[in-house]
């Protein structure tokens, strides 16, 4: 059974950071890329970033370029988010993914296979 288990949520103020961290446990971690997603109440889900199998590749939605950093840990099976400089837009519920398109391109939420449960990220102004 797979799981995704994300953490590290939190309430930061504007400017602010956060890491979040999926830990994955049931699927070949080496042979999966992993995305990071969020909605916020009444939106779609996003892309917010992604990551190939490797780490050689990886996707940021312009919302966040230059802000957040993607990495993968494939000894601990786990994904990370380093969310820098945060702001109150970035609120929302973010969710940890993993597709089969493990070398690169996995940007839609149809293109991922399994999802964690999402964890909370509020930034106040």
């Known amino acids: 059974q797979v799981q995704l288990v994300e953490s590290g949520e939190g309430v930061v103020q504007a400017g602010g950071s956060l890491k979040l961290s999926c830990a994955a446990s049931?699927?070949?971690?080496?042979?999966?890329?992993m995305g990071w997603f969020r909605q916020a109440p009444g939106k779609e889900r996003d892309i917010v970033a992604a990551i190939s199998w490797s780490g050689g590749w990886t996707y940021y939605a312009d919302s966040v370029k230059g802000r957040f950093a993607i990495s993968r840990d494939i000894a601990k099976n786990t994904v990370y988010l380093q969310m820098n400089n945060l702001k109150p837009e970035d609120t929302s519920l973010y969710y940890c993914?993993?597709?089969?398109?493990?070398?690169?391109?996995?940007?839609?939420?149809?293109?991922?296979?399994?999802w964690g449960q999402g964890t909370q990220v509020t930034v106040s102004s």
């Open positions: 049931g699927l070949m971690f080496s042979r999966h890329g």
């Open positions: 993914a993993a597709t089969a398109m493990f070398q690169s391109g996995a940007t839609r939420t149809g293109q991922y296979e399994y």
